[in-house]
């Protein structure tokens, strides 16, 4: 199902939650709201669902293919909704929260109990909980209700998926394996999937598409690649990983620190991730600054160097290379380097890259 | 060395402490609750269990029996419904004037029963605000079965909300969205979803609701005008056959009030448990 977001305005009383959104969710994607908490990337998914609605007070519509859904019922949207705290029928057992749906429906389109047996045991497959039928949600662990939570909302065959920072309470191994199956799934039945999320990691790595939105304002949708390497504003660059920020001017491609341009404009600044920056001896010519070598940290599968402006103390700059680029430059704590960019690139509003 | 004896005497004075706490509690209660109780038995039975049991055979204490059990059957459902919608409505929604609501459920409490049956005299009696149209009509609530019933309903309206609302605050509406989502109707989703996750919270309000409702003298009285085999509830009858002397009949349907206590006690107990081992399973879901 295509979903459109037509100028969509929220308030909550004076409160702008979501200002002038624009979003065109394409069939069978599987889109990540990334966001800070506060931006409104919850208020978009719950007015999707139908669990916030669009007030006099507010404007804009939302099109389920190009139809309003505005006068339409929260159950009559064909939506499959995961919250984040599970939300599971707790009186309920496994089995009954899955065929909670399939219960409910009208008569004339409710399922026989053969039928509604059958499409749970192989919803319980397809989430790996084959023995759990009669268990109670209190007896499983948080990753499993989870996962009980997507089979019940899949059990009435919705045409899009909402899933609420589904894997927020959960623990950070438990999560990881379990966005992995997810993306597996999602693939596989290919239901068009909306995801909040403000864990930048988890967005880059399950969604097609990635919508950036900060204080009730997309600032970016594209591609986890697009959103990474050419963020369109500084929001994005920052809050999709670390970044370290520089004042100067670019001559020949060659970046000139000058800290007295800390309060000009946007075409002083430099922002430059990590990775991109590569420790060299302090007398490189290529050298942007010099630096010393404060803290490693070597548990990771980069190692990354914070070091501090030899000028200013109080100025930081954090370096991740590889472990054998480490090993093999032989870096220590105190060492006095020189700091390069892999990369100098100019992007859109005046800032580098 | 000087120490370890100071512990000791620190330890021996709290246990001097400890100890004699317990034994006034003990005293206190027994004073003022065994004893009682065991001297309402102890009258009842003092003419023999024959004299007992001619108590129930009065018309007077069967009509009163009645009387209390129609009150309370119509009282508690309809505190049940206002109960599971007031606590419904400030659980689950937010809106304008919803702490005044709160502090409004809780008017009885604060109130005293008398004043809660005066209010319906000023309001429904032949001097009333509406005694007037109401004779006119030819509608008689005060001194009468209505007036019983709603003194009844206002001082034991509280019981239900004031159980349910932390129940529902606690559980939130996540439940009843996701059920919504999943297409059920608004009835199926208080039936299959809320109701289950309330119910001991809900039986709870109830036996004490009907353990008011049945016990209630002061707002009963005073809108009852005491018309012996047709406006006296078990209370009122007790008064009456007290101040006629005849102990024992008093001392009897008394013992039934009594029993009652006890069997709400016993529930009461049962059902805290009930509830708190729901609240249990919600904190370990989190």
Avoid at chain 1, 36 to 59: C, H, N, Q, Y
Avoid at chain 2, 35 to 58: D, M
Wanted: charge should be negative.
């Amino acid at each position: 199902m295509k979903i459109e977001v037509k100028n969509l305005t929220k308030y909550f009383g004076n409160f702008v939650a979501l200002d002038n959104i624009n979003l065109e969710i394409v069939p069978g994607e599987l889109l990540a709201l990334l966001g800070p908490s506060g931006s409104g990337k919850t208020t978009l998914l719950r007015m999707i669902a139908g669990l916030e609605t669009v007030d006099d007070t507010d404007t804009g519509e939302i099109l389920f293919n190009k139809i309003d859904v505005a006068k339409k019922d929260i159950g009559d949207r064909d939506i499959g909704f995961v919250f984040q705290h599970y939300a599971l029928f707790k009186h309920m057992t496994v089995f009954e929260n899955i065929a909670f749906g399939l219960r409910v429906k009208p008569k004339k389109d409710r399922p026989s109990n053969d039928e509604i047996n059958k499409k749970v045991t192989k919803l319980l497959q397809l989430i790996q909980l084959d023995g759990f039928a009669n268990r109670f949600p209190w007896q499983l662990s948080g990753g499993q209700r989870q996962r009980v939570a997507l089979a019940r909302a899949l059990a009435v065959e919705p045409k899009v998926l909402l899933l609420d920072e589904p894997f927020g309470a959960l623990d950070a191994k438990v999560r990881a394996d379990l966005r992995k199956w997810l993306k597996e799934l999602q693939e596989e039945l290919g239901i068009t999937t909306v995801l909040v999320t403000h864990d930048q990691e988890e967005a880059l790595e399950v969604a097609d598409r990635i919508v950036v939105i900060s204080k009730g304002k997309i600032e970016q949708i594209g591609t986890p690649e697009e959103v990474f390497h050419n963020p369109a504003n500084e929001f994005v660059i920052n809050f999709l990983g670390n970044v370290n920020l520089f004042h100067g001017r670019e001559e020949d491609g060659r970046l000139n620190i000058d800290s007295s341009l800390e309060n000009e404009d946007n075409n002083s600044k430099f922002l430059i991730r990590p990775h991109e920056l590569e420790i060299v001896s302090v007398n490189d010519k290529d050298a942007i600054l010099q630096a010393k070598v404060r803290y490693i940290q070597l548990a990771g599968s980069q190692v990354k160097v914070e070091l501090t402006h030899l000028e200013n103390e109080a100025k930081r700059v954090l370096v991740e290379i590889s472990h054998y680029e480490f090993k093999e430059k032989n870096i220590n704590k105190g060492d006095i380097v020189g700091i390069r960019p892999r990369a100098l690139r100019t992007f859109e509003d005046g800032a580098g890259i | 060395m000087k120490t370890r004896s100071n512990s000791q005497t620190s330890l021996d004075e709290s246990k001097l402490v400890k100890y004699s706490l317990i034994a006034t509690a003990i005293l206190f209660l027994g004073v003022m609750l065994v004893v009682p109780l065991i001297t309402i038995f102890v009258e009842a039975f003092r003419k023999g269990a024959e004299a007992y049991f001619q108590s129930f055979t009065n018309e007077y204490v069967l009509q009163a029996i009645k009387l209390t059990f129609i009150t309370s059957a119509i009282a508690v459902p309809l505190n049940l419904v206002f109960g599971v919608a007031a606590s419904w409505a400030i659980a689950k929604y937010s809106f304008f004037g919803k702490s005044f609501l709160i502090t409004l459920i809780d008017l009885p409490f604060a109130v005293s029963p008398v004043i809660s049956g005066l209010v319906y005299v000023l309001l429904f009696g032949a001097q009333g605000w509406f005694g007037s149209w109401l004779i006119a009509n030819d509608v008689q609530i005060i001194f009468a079965v209505p007036g019983i019933v709603l003194a009844t309903i206002f001082v034991t309206f509280p019981f239900v909300a004031r159980e349910l609302i932390p129940l529902m605050q606690e559980q939130g509406n996540d439940e009843e969205q996701a059920a919504l989502l999943l297409g059920a109707s608004g009835f199926q989703t208080f039936w299959k979803v809320t109701l289950p996750n309330i119910k001991w919270g809900l039986l709870y309000g109830v036996i004490l609701c009907n353990a008011r409702a049945m016990g209630e003298f002061g707002a009963v009285s005073v809108v009852s005008g005491h018309i012996q085999g047709t406006t006296n509830t078990m209370p009122l009858q007790v008064e009456i056959l007290y101040n006629e002397y005849n102990f024992v009949a008093a001392f009897a349907v008394s013992t039934l009030l009594a029993i009652l206590a006890l069997l709400t006690l016993v529930l009461k107990y049962i059902l805290e448990w009930k509830v708190l081992r729901e609240l249990k399973k919600l904190k370990n879901e989190e």
